[in-house]
């Protein structure tokens, strides 16, 4: 299942980021991407409203000391909330919908932030941020 996760995660790079975009024809966010990613490999439910901080509620449980293929990793703000997630690939590199914030809402947006899905190295990237292994 995490290698069909990984197959799906790719497919994207390259998309635009679009703030509270859940759409693999239009767009992502962050948690959209993640989620499309879990409900396509059966981890979530279809119905579901999720954000990065619910995810990271849904799976704290699962919480692991470093990433490997399918763990999400979380970034957290100063109140502990979790801002952001990703999709490792291994534990090094992780795939994300990034670079856009809540004012990218169209293709010319992401176009001007450099707002896309991309693959970054997880660990040398500032901030608190945790892992869950989903599966």
Known sequence: MRIVAERIALSFLGLPYVWGGDDPVQGFDCSGFVIEILKSVGVLPREGDWTADGLWRRFRDKEVPSPT???????FNIEGRAV????????????????????????????????????????????????????
């Open 69 to 75: 293929l399918g763990c999400l990793v979380f970034w």
């Open 84 to 135: 952001h997630v990703e999709f490792c690939l291994d534990d090094k590199l992780a795939i994300g919908a990034s670079g856009g914030g809540r004012n990218v809402k169209t293709m010319q947006d992401a176009v001007r932030q450099n707002a896309y899905i991309k693959i970054r190295p997880i660990l040398s990237r500032g901030g608190n941020k945790r892992f869950a292994d989903p599966f």
